[in-house]
Every structure is written in C-alpha cells, then in structure tokens.
C-alpha cells in the first residue's frame, strides 16, 4: 500500500480571465521507504502539489489518499489529527516558532497532539540526539547556524511515528555542504520507512530521490527510470538515444 | 587530466616506487580514474629525461625503481598548480548543438528534445549522488571527484532549463530586431574544435 496516492488530482485558482490551473490530473504514488522528488521550474504547480498531498489545501477534482484513507472523507479534526501524528514538513525558511527553543519546537507537534509534555520532550531530545544536535537543545532558533535550524526543523518533521514526510525546498537556503547534510537525514528517514517527497529546481537535491519526477504546467511531464546502482558510472554510457 | 604533474605531486610528499605511485593515484581519485603500470613508467621515463625526477639508478626499470622529484620538479609543479587550465573559449558542444539543430527540424518538439536529456542527465546525477551516499562520506578524495561532476552535470542541466524557458518566451514574445549600432561581438567569439 502506497503512503501517499494522488489520484487524477487537479487544482484550479480563479475564475474566468483569471482561471489558472495549478494542477491537472496528476497520478503519483510513494511508497514507505521511497524518497521521490518532484522537480519543475517556479509556477509549475510543485508547491501546490505539495500543500494538497500535506491536507493543507483541498483539490479542485481528484482524490489524495494517506496512509489508505481518502482525505476527502476525513473531518477536519481527523485532517488536524493526520497532520500532528502522521505527515511532516519541511519548508525552505524552516518554520520554527522564535520564542521556542530547539528542544520545545521538535516536541510541540506530540504536545499538541496530546502526549504528555515530559513525554513529548524526551522524544524531542532522542530526535535531536539522532541528528547530532542534542548539545544545541536548549538554544532558540535565533542562535543556531541556517544549517542547524534546519535539522531542528527535520527532528521536528520526523519525531513520533510519521509516516510520511514533506519537504519543500529543504536546503534552497543552505550552502552545497549543509544542503548535503539535510538531504543526508532525509534519505535516512526514508532508510527507516518513511515515505518522503521533496520539490525542488535543483538537479543536485532531486538527485538524492530515488525516482524524480518532471512537473510542467501542473502535469507530470515525464520521470526518470528506477535508479541504476553507482557501478555502472565505471563503465562508459552512450547517453541518451544513440 | 595530466598523469605527469599528478606523479609529481606523489612524488613532492617523499621518494617512492612506480607500483606504490599507481596504487596512490587511484586511491586519491577516489579510484574513478583507472591507470595501468605502463602509464606510470613510461610518464617516469619522461620526466626523467626532463630532469623533474630522478631514480636511485639501481637495476632495471620495475617495481625495485625508486624515485624523487627535482628541484626543477618542484618548480614544475607549483608552476602547474597555479597555471588556470584554458576555459577562455567555449568547446563545440554537442549538447548545445543539437538544441539548435532541434528548432530547425520540421514536427520536432525542440521541450521534449530538451526533456529526454534533462531526464538523461538527472538519471546520470543521481548515479553520481548513490556513489558518494554511500562510500564517499569517509573518502575525501572521491567526495571531491563526485562533487566536480555533480556540479558539472548540474550546469547542463540548468543550461537546458535556462533554453526552456527562453524558448517559452520567445514563442510568446518575439525579440524586437536588434539596433543597427550594436557591436557584432558574436564574430569575435573563438569556438574551440
């Protein structure tokens, strides 16, 4: 059973002059333990995709499906619920909230979802620990690196039992070598059976997936085949078509 | 790639044998870059010949042979170190070439030229982007030889973004016809075979 499927979903914006369609009839699915990334140039409905797949926005047609369960039969608690408990995010400028500190913000999805707060901040500290940032616990968002609030933000996407994880732009702020690290833990959520999905521009984020997949004027445009292992760079590759 | 000022960097650290050379050679390019033993002794003759090493003169040429490098070899190699390699023309590449040849064939889609190779390339990318998952954490020289052809392929692949989009523009928007007074610099742009 896939985590994530989107079925022939479509979004459109507006009306009449000023009707734009984000989306339109995209199929894709993630499984648990798959890292797909979703590339396209800015107003190819990428984010968009993303904000439905999170329950964040409604589809105009078409169905979103976590974990086997349509969205559109949910609640809105039960979509707050799925929110807290079950689907991370990353987004490119990090999202912590100033006035926590790393450990308060990694614990707070648990502590809103009812998890007692001692509770709640010994899972943070073991996501933290996991990511290398258990010395930094205790500081607030304002006196960690880019790099740092980054992985809080990570710690903070995949603590509890998440099953799937949202990324968008997750290192578009970072230098090559943080950006490196982000996509690093991320693969390694995945390794763990989290199924992720990453946007971006950038070939060198898409490249960590093991499928990426083209997004051009809100359709999906092509996909790359499944991933050949690194040995096959050793022996020479007539590229595409000849 | 020079072999040449590659051995003498090996041999700047201390005096070694050919066999230790070519073993030190791939390890330090993350073994990306294969040699066989011939290349190293025939690169050692010459630089020899040329006075940048010397050997200890016992026996034959073999594996027994130590060498060191000179004086003039050190100078060399600092010389070569800092010498930019020439980027100052662009190549004729077959990449760009097709792109263009694309917009000029009748019923062909010149995006979904651009896209099988976008595709080409990211499938290539991701290849690079498993091998330094997973063994290029701890080996610093491979890590360094992914890294230039990550960044290489990655500004192919923004090349073609970059002629989507503009391609997209000018479909919708044609340029305005270029003022008489502008300079040809276009002439003046070498291209290298």
Known sequence: MSVLELRGVSKVYGEGPARVRALQRVDLAVEAGALVAVMGPSGSGKSTLLTIAGSLEDPTSGEVLVCGTALSGMSRNQRARLRRRTIGYVFQDFNLLAGLSAAENVALPLELDGTSVRKARAAGMRALEELGLGERASRYPDELSGGERQRVAIARAVVGDRRLLLADEPSGALDSVNGEAVMRLIRAACRQGVAGVVVTHDAQLASWADRVVFLRDGRVADQTAPAAGPESLLTPSPGPGQ | ?193
């Open chain 2, 1 to 193: 790639m020079s072999v040449r000022h590659a051995l003498l960097a090996l041999l700047s650290e201390e005096p070694k044998y050919g066999l230790r050379l070519r073993e030190e050679f791939e390890a330090g390019t993350g073994e990306v870059w294969p040699l066989n033993v011939g290349q190293v002794y025939t690169t050692l003759q010459r630089l020899e010949r040329d006075g940048l090493v010397e050997s200890d003169g016992s026996g034959e040429d073999g594996p027994q042979k130590s060498f060191r490098i000179t004086p003039d070899g050190q100078r060399e190699l600092a010389g070569w170190l800092r010498t930019p390699p020439d980027l100052s023309s662009p190549p004729r590449d077959e990449l760009v070439i097709k792109v263009l040849v694309a917009l000029r064939v009748p019923g062909t889609d010149v995006h979904e030229v651009i896209q099988v190779h976008r595709r080409y390339l990211v499938e290539l990318m991701q290849q690079w982007t498993r091998l330094k998952e997973d063994e290029a954490e701890f080996d610093l020289g491979l890590a360094l030889v992914v890294d230039a052809e990550l960044f290489r392929l990655d500004s192919v692949v923004r090349w073609l973004d970059a002629a989507d989009s503009r391609l997209r523009r000018a479909a919708t928007e044609p340029p305005p016809p270029p003022p008489a007074s502008l300079p040809r610099l276009r002439r003046r742009i070498g291209v290298r075979p």
